[in-house]
């Protein structure tokens, strides 16, 4: 797909409102679209095959999403290696040219999406952020001209909420400014709300939506016997007691924490395993790929040198299963925006062991009813040793976690609240 060489002028721009048309520009195919639904483009950098948490929740929202009649489709970067248009799961991914290492990368991300926008204007209502990188703000006033709408979803404490902003860049009070002009923002817990409220921005704009979970993909197993046969197509059949961490081996994760405790875990627990599925191998689409390798294969050598039951089942579409074999669910991270992967365990009715992530594990887990809050390295081995030892205990708070993630977190209940803040803010400009 080819992109626009100018940008066009202010006068171009105005006239934006007049067309009526409603398909994509690129690869010579048009695709008709209900003038009634919502049309919502996605960007984020990293999207599939890159394998990113949020991106993966991204993949399953957006199936529900358009269930409820919204369009969705995807604009990210290609890496240098991404083709610029494909079909994922029935969704429409389209990339824009994208390397770190170029020099002002982040003024020619912003040429190369305003030039996407422009093209395929009318094509998409809603232009949904994800994350924050500060040329965003030209693609709101962008927007304001076309008269399209924006919307700003902070999803990393630490990283890309207002208070965080506030001490990475200059000039904030301008910045803020521009920010005000986005139509939405929406945050996926309530600290990253909190943050917002700090910064002085304007509550009216504010919509909190925590994230969802398939709770038809990711249940329990019927009964302990589809459990084993389970367990022997993944050729776990010799694991007796599984605790799972799903997510990259990276340092934010605290697999380095998780390692040591583990170390004590196997004394009392000899015959646990430690599962860890996610990605283990990083390559040049990584950022700091060397650094992130390098931590992988320190977490190698102190397991080879403790003789521990670990096991690295890498990337794995079908990580459902590998939930559904285990017993206990623990992610021990630093920083997290909400922790998708906890709901994901709750959903198969494990009991969860979290830290305290800045607040965030207090979203999903109820300390002592559904698993564990853990402070340090100590407490986290103890909560896990309690559940592989207490089999009563950790049914109980798996059904809890099970209850909760229904009630409170399914992606159908999520997926409307979604689209009613879509239709909301496109019924405001009417």
Not at 46 to 70: A, D, N, V, W
Not at 147 to 170: C, F, N, R
Not at 217 to 222: G, L, S
């Amino acid at each position: 797909m080819k992109l626009l060489a100018n940008i066009p002028g202010k006068k171009g721009l105005l006239k934006l409102k007049r067309f009526c048309s409603h398909s994509f520009v690129g690869d010579n195919k048009k695709v008709i679209m209900p003038v009634n639904n919502p049309k919502v483009m996605m960007l984020l950098l990293e999207f599939h095959p890159i394998f990113t948490g949020h991106g993966i929740y991204l993949q399953q929202l957006s199936h529900y999403l358009k269930k409820l009649g919204c369009d969705v489709s995807v604009l990210a970067a290609d890496f240098h290696s991404l083709p610029n248009h494909e079909i994922v799961n029935d969704l429409n991914v389209y990339r824009f040219q994208f390397s770190h290492n170029e020099k002002y990368w982040e003024l020619k991300l912003a040429w190369r999406v305003i030039n996407f926008l422009f093209r395929n204007r009318n094509c998409y209502d809603i232009l949904h952020i994800h994350g924050h990188l500060d040329i965003y703000g030209l693609l709101t006033i962008f927007n304001m001209l076309l008269g399209k709408h924006t919307i700003s979803q902070m999803v990393l404490l630490g990283a890309d909420d207002p208070m965080t902003l506030m001490g990475t860049y200059k000039f904030m009070r301008m910045r803020y400014k521009v920010l005000a002009l986005m139509d939405r923002f929406l945050c996926i817990s309530k600290v990253l709300g909190e943050s917002y409220q700090r910064a002085g921005l304007p509550m009216g704009k504010l919509t909190y939506i925590p994230q969802g979970v398939d709770v038809e993909r990711f249940a329990p197993v019927i009964s302990k016997e589809e459990k084993e046969t389970l367990k022997k197509s993944l050729y776990l059949a010799d694991f007796s007691e599984i605790v799972i961490f799903v997510g990259a081996i990276v340092e934010r994760k605290g697999v380095d924490w998780l390692i040591d405790a583990w170390c004590s875990v196997q004394k009392k627990r000899p015959h646990a395993w430690l599962m860890l599925v996610g990605q283990d191998v990083f390559d040049g689409n990584d950022v700091n790929e060397n650094q992130l390798n390098s931590f992988v294969d320190t977490i190698r050598k102190i397991i080879s040198e403790n003789r521990l039951n670990v096991y690295f089942a890498g990337k794995q579409l079908g990580v459902n299963k590998f939930f559904q074999c285990a017993d206990v669910f623990v992610l021990p991270s630093r920083k997290e925006g909400f922790g998708n992967v906890i709901l994901e365990g709750m959903a198969c009715g494990l009991p969860v062991v979290v830290t305290y992530m800045d607040g965030v594990s207090l979203e999903t887990v109820v300390p002592g009813k559904n698993g564990y809050i853990v402070n340090n390295v100590s407490e986290l081995a103890h909560s896990l040793t309690t559940l592989l030892s207490d089999k009563s205990l950790s049914v109980s708070m798996g059904k809890a976690g099970r209850e909760m993630a229904v009630e409170t977190f399914s992606m159908n209940n999520i997926a409307e609240r979604y689209a009613g803040v879509y239709r909301d803010i496109l019924g405001e400009s009417n």
